[in-house]
């Protein structure tokens, strides 16, 4: 059975763009998609994914908030931080946190992969 994902962006393109990279490149299966941290923490306690990709900033509850949520639901959740490269203390932050792994944007797909393949130890 594949996979289970949740990609979080409150930009449509990039959770279009992680979608297919993940489904086509992976096999994975993206349970949902989720427009801000508020959304992805409900969703998380829902569907209870395999991991999640999750932006930084975003409206309503940002990447930070929305992980620490889900750390505090769940301290084994996977969760793959997307970023801009110029939020490096957030990511640092993030990381501190428990974040697994990052992408920084723009990202190229063999990277998307390969944080995703390390999270869920799926390495080849």
């Known amino acids: 059975m594949p996979k289970r994902i949740i990609t979080v962006d409150d930009a449509p393109?990039?959770?279009?763009?992680i979608k297919d990279v993940l489904t086509e490149c992976g096999g994975y299966d993206v349970i949902a998609e989720c427009s801000n941290g508020r959304e992805a923490v409900e969703k998380y306690k829902e569907l209870k994914p395999d991991l999640l990709t999750m932006d930084i900033v975003m409206p309503?509850?940002?990447?930070i908030q929305a992980l620490e949520?889900?750390?505090k639901y769940d301290p084994a959740a996977?969760?793959?931080?997307v970023t801009?490269?110029?939020q490096r203390d957030a990511l640092m932050k993030a990381i501190r946190l428990g974040a697994t792994d990052y992408i920084v944007k723009p990202f190229e797909?063999?990277?998307v992969m390969s944080a995703v393949q390390k999270a869920l130890g799926d390495l080849k």
């Open 78 to 81: 996977k969760v793959v931080m």
């Open 84 to 86: 801009a490269i110029d």
């Open 13 to 17: 393109i990039i959770r279009l763009m």
């Open 69 to 71: 949520e889900i750390l």
């Open 109 to 111: 797909a063999d990277r």
């Open 60 to 63: 309503e509850m940002d990447g």
